[in-house]
């Protein structure tokens, strides 16, 4: 429903999460999800400073909800070296999920975040995920496991 | 074995925010803490069992606690999680 290969940025060369949350915001814009980039971006970091989520495991799951997005939808950064989160075990992070959702959106975003959840708590997805390389491979690997 | 029932009131349901704030406190009791929602169960001391839940707004959630210091530990994490699921929170 909400998830195709131009939603996977890889192998940015970010070095820190605002600009990881940016270039992901950007791409959302491009592909005509998101009406106001600073707006999103804003909302992301808001939520962010309230608590992290940086949930360990090297992964993060941002998320925003403003009504700058238009639709729910997923989008997947991976870095090519490891930033600092302040994740809950303390670990850098090189994998990011922002989920952006509507601002009347309900329980989309807890679902999507579910669906993650439960996927990220194998160690066997986790590595798997952490060990591609190419967006069609990652696209592959999330297409199972997101519906 | 102590048990609570709590229903979530929030509208945002058991997002990672509350959720996260609930972890951390478990992490510091010794008893065993689970969440359990539709018969699915939850280690209360992991941030992504709990997210697994994707407890919405309105369903009930049961808390065990067991251990040696259950009776403490249920007063305390009931208490929390019924404020953080119970509070008027911004979205």
């Known amino acids: 429903m909400l998830f195709s290969e131009d939603q996977i940025l890889m192998d940015l060369t970010v070095t820190t999460k605002e600009e990881l949350i940016r270039q992901l915001v950007l791409q959302a814009a491009a592909s005509g999800k998101v009406t106001n980039v600073e707006e999103v971006i804003a909302s992301v970091l808001k939520r962010e400073a309230m608590s992290s989520t940086g949930f360990g495991k090297g992964i993060a799951i941002p998320h925003g909800q403003t009504e700058a997005v238009l639709e729910p939808s997923l989008w997947v950064g991976k870095t090519r070296t490891r930033i600092e989160w302040n994740s809950l075990d303390g670990e850098p992070v090189q994998i990011v999920f922002l989920i952006l959702v509507p601002a009347t959106a309900q329980s989309e975003h807890l679902n999507i975040l579910a669906q993650l959840a439960r996927k990220l708590m194998h160690d066997e997805f986790v590595e798997s995920i952490h060990s591609t390389t190419s967006a069609k491979e990652m696209m592959d690997i999330l297409s199972q496991s997101i519906q | ?91």
């Open chain 2, 1 to 91: 074995m102590l048990t609570q029932q709590i229903q979530i009131a929030d509208v945002a349901g058991l997002h990672a925010r509350p959720a996260t704030e609930f972890v951390k406190r478990a992490q510091s009791v010794q008893s065993q803490v689970t969440l359990v929602c539709r018969g699915r169960e939850a280690n209360g001391k992991s941030i992504l069992s709990i997210l697994a839940l994707g407890a919405i707004s309105g369903e009930n959630l049961t808390l065990r606690v067991e251990g040696p210091d259950e009776v403490a530990a249920l007063r305390m994490l009931g208490t929390q999680l019924n404020s953080l699921l119970n509070a008027v929170e911004e979205a």
